[in-house]
Structure formats: structure tokens, C-alpha cells
Nanobody, 114 residues
Framework: QVQLAESGGGLVQAGGSLRLSCAAS???????MSWYRQAPGKQRELVAG???????NYADYVKGRFSISRDNAENSVYLQMNSLKAEDTAVYYC?????????WGQGTQVTVSS
């Protein structure tokens, strides 16, 4: 059972930045790592993903503003969020997947004030 611990959320003004971190309890080298978010009353949606090979993908609404990165040696994945908007307000979740296994973190709240 892999434990994922997110951190770095908080309250920020529109236009500001936050950096989310996700620390895994075991090696992530063989895992694809992603960030999802869920706003009140909405479905959970993919924000950004990082494959085992290091390729990345982003939802259209965060392209050019958010950046996902990973440090396999630290068993961690990060989400740098710039130019934040009020509509980015949500709980952000770390997600890890490998063959036959998938894990969610508990989430970290990001609130952007306009």
C-alpha cells in the first residue's frame, strides 16, 4: 500500500503562485504520477500527469500556467502553479498508478481569492 502525502496548499490571491508537493512512501520510479483536482459540486478532473519516462501532459485550462515535475530519488512529485485564478480553487489530489495498482492522496486545499 503506497501512502501519498500532499502539502503546499493554502490561500493565495489571484495572480499568485503555489507549489504543491506529493511525497510517496515508496519508490515512484515505476509509477505514473498525476495531479487531479475537485472543486465543490464538480467532478474530479485531471490537471497534469507525468509518465515513468518523464513525459508530461496537461489539461488545457492549466497549460502555460502549471508545471508538473518529479524527483524519483526523493519519491516526490510537484505541481508548480502560477498565475492562479479563482476558478483554480479546489482540493488537489496526488495520484499514483502502476501495473495493477493505483493510489490517491488525501488532498490539499487550494483557495484563490479574486
Amino acid at each position: 500500500q503506497v501512502q501519498l502525502a500532499e502539502s503546499g496548499g493554502g490561500l493565495v490571491q489571484a495572480g499568485g503562485s503555489l507549489r504543491l508537493s506529493c511525497a510517496a512512501s515508496e519508490s515512484i520510479g515505476s509509477m505514473s504520477m498525476s495531479w487531479y483536482r475537485q472543486a465543490p459540486g464538480k467532478q474530479r478532473e485531471l490537471v497534469a500527469g507525468s509518465s515513468m519516462s518523464g513525459s508530461t501532459n496537461y489539461a488545457d485550462y492549466v497549460k502555460g500556467r502549471f508545471s508538473i515535475s518529479r524527483d524519483n530519488a526523493e519519491n516526490s512529485v510537484y505541481l508548480q502553479m502560477n498565475s492562479l485564478k479563482a476558478e483554480d480553487t479546489a482540493v488537489y489530489y496526488c495520484f499514483a498508478r502502476t501495473t495493477g495498482r493505483a493510489y490517491w492522496g488525501q488532498g490539499t486545499q487550494v483557495t484563490v481569492s479574486s
